[in-house]
């Protein structure tokens, strides 16, 4: 796991029908594109079969399918999320919605999950535009067409 510097992460959401954060990771020389490749080696891992945790009496489950999104930066990882958390007699669900990108040693996740009802279009609608404005904030990042 490559060394961070800094990291901010700012979260919000217009209404409780969905949840979104962008974090900002400051790495030491290389490590975003080390980052990178393993966001990019975690989500075909779990796309191609869902990949369970269990840690005391906790179980969280996860799975991962790409999502194909214009305008990114290259080299962009997104992905669609289904994580399921069972733990003290509950089971929670989230749907959600991760983009990542790099510039130079900076990583930026932005991660959106939505609420029960509101569809996984309007989620990636809102985490796809989140992504380009950090992308668009980082400064430098090319965007494509």
Request: hydrophobic letters at 45%.
């Given at each position: 796991?490559?060394?961070?510097?800094?990291?901010?992460?700012v979260?919000?959401?217009?209404?409780?029908?969905?949840?979104?954060?962008?974090?900002?990771?400051?790495?030491?020389?290389?490590?975003?594109?080390?980052?990178?490749?393993?966001?990019?080696?975690?989500?075909?891992?779990?796309?191609?079969?869902?990949?369970?945790?269990?840690?005391g009496?906790?179980?969280?489950?996860?799975?991962?399918?790409?999502?194909n999104?214009?305008?990114?930066?290259?080299?962009?990882?997104?992905?669609?999320?289904?994580?399921?958390?069972?733990?003290a007699?509950?089971?929670?669900?989230e749907?959600?919605?991760?983009?990542?990108?790099?510039r130079?040693?900076?990583?930026?996740?932005?991660?959106?999950?939505?609420?029960?009802?509101?569809?996984?279009?309007?989620?990636?609608?809102?985490?796809?535009?989140?992504?380009?404005?950090?992308?668009e904030?980082?400064?430098?990042?090319?965007?494509?067409?």
């Open positions: 796991m490559a060394d961070t510097y800094g990291t901010m992460q979260t919000g959401s217009s209404d409780a029908s969905y949840k979104i954060s962008n974090e900002v990771v400051a790495y030491t020389a290389g490590g975003a594109a080390q980052a990178l490749a393993e966001v990019k080696n975690a989500a075909a891992a779990c796309s191609a079969a869902t990949i369970t945790r269990i840690q009496s906790n179980r969280v489950s996860f799975h991962t399918a790409p999502l999104v214009s305008g990114l930066p290259a080299g962009s990882v997104a992905v669609t999320l289904h994580v399921v958390l069972q733990s007699g509950k089971t929670i669900t749907d959600g919605v991760a983009i990542y990108m790099v130079g040693n900076i990583l930026s996740g932005v991660y959106a999950y939505t609420a029960p009802g509101l569809p996984m279009a309007k989620i990636s609608e809102l985490a796809i535009h989140s992504a380009k404005r950090s992308a904030k980082l400064g430098g990042l090319t965007l494509a067409a």
